[in-house]
């Protein structure tokens, strides 16, 4: 007895380990083959039935060969099942309830055969979304991020939580994640929900957060991205100036406290010159800044005074004070004294011009004369800083006659007659003869005048200048045109008899020089044979002839002069 019981369940074994099963569609037809569709044409009776459970099962419908399909069911498969002309059960409206085994009976001559099929139904998720978000996250604290709702599934859905599309894995410090299904008692559905605890970081401050699920007979579903705010304490604070840099005086400078906070702070103190002052946002304005403001400025948390930047400021200046300044009047010869400062908070350069022209120095002004006069300017220079003052000079005077000149014409038909005159203010001119006259522009007390003149004798013309303080007057001789054609020609006679008179002095010099070499020849000649009739000895004969070479080379000298 035990032994047939041992092989009955060993069968029964066998046959649900070879079982095969078939997956339908939530609320579609469910088709479930008989023997894998090979059906033989020779059946005589084909039936399908079903499990109750506890060993009971239930009829379906029953179709003989050559008859149609006659339904026996009387429960909820009334009206929803039907045969296929392959014998192929056919079912309407899936439900959850369906996932039993169906077996199909098929009567081949005095054989019986059944073939059981097992049925799963899978529902898509109605929809993935995630609630209960959380407002806010907070750094370094684990915190309900929100809840992960998976609606209406067979069988129960699984989630994944994911950042910026990489799966959060629970570690049981910054990642905590419960999830748990619960089945409508009606539907027989399941809705899953996930909820994931997060401690955030300050580079969530970006991070996308989703949840996912993969259904087995449908594309994966996902919920829509989500941002939190990340919180946290500040942690670093720094103090900004804003404004024109480097800081000069009379701008205004904004300070700026700068907290990196989330949220970030509202209020901060600021310390001005060691006052503090309490402000109801994170910027503090500095108008039309003196010299006096350079130092340290500071700003704190208000709810933590400790934590605090500081930022040291200086205040560019540059002043400058030059001495006598506007219009200046001077006489000529006296000496104007200088008195430049410079007051600066750094280096500076300086730059002095006369008439907008550069100077190499400062001017020395120690004896004026009448160039001095001008517009002086001097500019200071330091970073954007720049400063000008000047003053005005004019140097006045009597008038003085510097030169008084004649020059004719190319062509000889007139002369001009210049006198340079210096003086200021500007001397007025009159010429002891007529003439066309002109004058250069008066410059720096500086002017030449000038008169044509066709002279038909021999003149002595005078230039009178004068002004409010003095007058001077110079007199020049001019010769008619007449008569410098005269002298022209005389000197140019004199010349060529001087010239005559200088080659005859050189011929006469070259002469006296042949005849005094030729007188010497002679003299040497003679004395050389008197001494070899005499018998004088050689050493007076060289004496004579030395005697004569110094005569004869003194007197050639003096013909060279």
């Given at each position: 007895?035990?032994?047939?019981?041992?092989?009955?369940?060993?069968a029964l074994?066998?046959?649900?380990?070879?079982?095969?099963?078939?997956v339908?569609?939530?609320?579609?037809?469910?088709?479930?083959?008989?023997?894998?569709?090979?059906?033989?044409?020779d059946?005589?009776?084909?039936?399908?039935?079903y499990?109750?459970?506890?060993?009971?099962?239930?009829?379906?419908?029953?179709?003989?060969?050559?008859q149609?399909?006659?339904?026996?069911a009387d429960?909820?498969?009334?009206?929803?099942?039907?045969?296929a002309?392959?014998?192929?059960?056919?079912?309407?409206?899936?439900r959850?309830?369906?996932?039993?085994?169906f077996?199909?009976?098929?009567?081949?001559?005095g054989?019986?055969?059944?073939?059981?099929?097992?049925?799963?139904?899978?529902?898509?998720?109605?929809?993935?979304?995630?609630?209960?978000?959380?407002a806010?996250?907070?750094?370094?604290?684990?915190?309900?991020?929100?809840?992960?709702?998976?609606?209406?599934?067979?069988?129960?859905?699984?989630?994944?939580?994911?950042?910026?599309?990489?799966?959060?894995?629970?570690?049981?410090?910054g990642?905590?994640?419960?999830?748990?299904?619960?089945?409508?008692?009606?539907?027989?559905?399941?809705?899953?929900?996930?909820?994931?605890?997060?401690?955030?970081?300050?580079?969530?401050?970006?991070?996308?957060?989703?949840?996912?699920?993969?259904?087995?007979?449908?594309?994966?579903?996902?919920s829509?991205?989500?941002?939190?705010?990340?919180?946290?304490s500040?942690e670093?604070?720094?103090?900004?100036?804003?404004?024109?840099?480097?800081?000069?005086?009379?701008?205004?400078?904004?300070?700026?406290?700068?907290?990196?906070?989330?949220?970030?702070?509202?209020?901060?103190?600021?310390?001005?010159?060691?006052?503090?002052?309490?402000?109801?946002?994170?910027?503090?304005?500095?108008t039309?800044?003196?010299?006096e403001?350079?130092?340290?400025?500071?700003?704190?948390?208000?709810?933590n005074?400790?934590?605090?930047a500081?930022?040291?400021?200086?205040?560019?200046?540059?002043?400058?004070?030059?001495?006598?300044?506007?219009?200046?009047?001077?006489?000529?010869?006296?000496?104007?004294?200088?008195?430049?400062?410079?007051?600066?908070?750094?280096?500076?350069k300086?730059?002095?011009?006369?008439?907008?022209?550069?100077?190499?120095?400062?001017?020395?002004?120690?004896?004026?004369?009448?160039?001095?006069?001008g517009?002086?300017?001097?500019?200071?220079?330091?970073?954007?800083?720049?400063?000008?003052?000047?003053?005005?000079?004019?140097?006045?005077g009597?008038?003085?006659?510097?030169?008084?000149?004649?020059l004719?014409?190319?062509?000889?038909?007139?002369?001009?007659?210049?006198?340079?005159?210096?003086g200021s203010?500007?001397p007025?001119?009159?010429?002891?003869?007529?003439?066309t006259?002109?004058?250069?522009?008066f410059?720096?007390?500086?002017?030449?005048?000038?008169?044509?003149?066709?002279?038909?004798?021999?003149?002595?013309?005078?230039?009178?200048?004068?002004?409010?303080?003095?007058?001077?007057?110079?007199?020049?001789?001019?010769?008619?045109?007449?008569?410098?054609?005269?002298?022209?020609?005389?000197?140019?006679?004199?010349?060529?008899d001087?010239?005559?008179?200088?080659?005859?002095v050189?011929?006469?010099?070259?002469?006296?020089?042949?005849?005094?070499?030729?007188?010497?020849?002679?003299?040497?000649?003679?004395?050389?044979?008197?001494?070899?009739?005499?018998?004088?000895?050689?050493?007076?004969?060289?004496?004579?002839?030395?005697?004569?070479?110094?005569?004869?080379?003194?007197?050639?000298q003096?013909?060279?002069?």
């Amino acid at each position: 007895m035990h032994l047939l019981s041992a092989l009955f369940i060993t069968a029964l074994l066998r046959q649900a380990s070879a079982l095969e099963t078939v997956v339908g569609l939530y609320g579609e037809t469910l088709e479930i083959p008989c023997n894998n569709g090979a059906i033989k044409e020779d059946v005589l009776i084909t039936k399908w039935k079903y499990d109750k459970g506890v060993g009971v099962s239930g009829d379906l419908l029953t179709r003989g060969q050559s008859q149609d399909v006659s339904v026996t069911a009387d429960d909820e498969y009334k009206g929803r099942v039907s045969m296929a002309a392959n014998a192929s059960l056919m079912v309407s409206e899936a439900r959850l309830t369906d996932q039993r085994t169906f077996t199909c009976m098929v009567v081949v001559g005095g054989n019986i055969a059944e073939y059981p099929v097992n049925v799963e139904i899978y529902k898509t998720p109605a929809g993935v979304e995630i609630s209960e978000k959380a407002a806010e996250l907070e750094i370094g604290k684990l915190t309900k991020l929100g809840t992960c709702v998976v609606k209406d599934a067979n069988p129960p859905a699984k989630v994944t939580w994911l950042k910026n599309n990489k799966p959060l894995v629970a570690d049981g410090r910054g990642i905590s994640i419960q999830e748990s299904a619960q089945q409508d008692p009606i539907t027989g559905l399941s809705t899953t929900t996930s909820t994931l605890e997060y401690s955030a970081e300050k580079e969530d401050a970006d991070a996308e957060f989703k949840c996912s699920t993969q259904p087995k007979m449908s594309p994966e579903l996902v919920s829509s991205l989500v941002k939190f705010s990340i919180t946290y304490s500040t942690e670093n604070i720094v103090l900004e100036v804003h404004g024109q840099q480097p800081v000069v005086e009379g701008q205004n400078v904004t300070l700026k406290c700068v907290a990196d906070g989330n949220p970030a702070p509202t209020s901060f103190n600021f310390y001005i010159k060691g006052e503090m002052i309490r402000v109801d946002s994170n910027n503090y304005m500095l108008t039309d800044i003196g010299r006096e403001a350079t130092g340290e400025y500071k700003c704190s948390l208000i709810d933590n005074p400790l934590m605090e930047a500081s930022q040291e400021i200086t205040v560019n200046y540059l002043d400058i004070n030059l001495s006598p300044a506007g219009d200046i009047v001077k006489r000529a010869g006296e000496a104007l004294e200088l008195n430049f400062r410079i007051d600066a908070s750094g280096d500076s350069k300086v730059t002095w011009r006369k008439n907008n022209v550069i100077l190499d120095k400062e001017p020395q002004l120690n004896k004026l004369t009448f160039s001095d006069s001008g517009r002086y300017e001097c500019e200071v220079r330091m970073g954007p800083l720049s400063r000008k003052a000047s003053f005005e000079l004019l140097v006045e005077g009597p008038p003085v006659i510097r030169k008084l000149s004649k020059l004719r014409s190319k062509d000889g038909k007139h002369k001009v007659l210049s006198c340079e005159v210096e003086g200021s203010p500007k001397p007025s001119v009159s010429w002891s003869i007529n003439g066309t006259s002109h004058e250069s522009p008066f410059i720096n007390g500086q002017i030449t005048y000038k008169i044509t003149v066709v002279p038909t004798e021999n003149l002595t013309v005078s230039c009178v200048v004068n002004n409010q303080f003095g007058r001077d007057s110079e007199e020049i001789e001019v010769l008619s045109l007449f008569e410098e054609v005269k002298m022209d020609k005389r000197d140019q006679s004199g010349d060529y008899d001087q010239t005559k008179l200088v080659v005859g002095v050189v011929v006469g010099l070259l002469v006296a020089c042949v005849v005094i070499g030729l007188i010497y020849w002679i003299y040497a000649k003679k004395s050389k044979q008197g001494s070899w009739k005499t018998g004088e000895k050689e050493n007076g004969s060289s004496e004579e002839e030395r005697k004569l070479e110094e005569k004869v080379e003194e007197n050639s000298q003096k013909a060279e002069v």
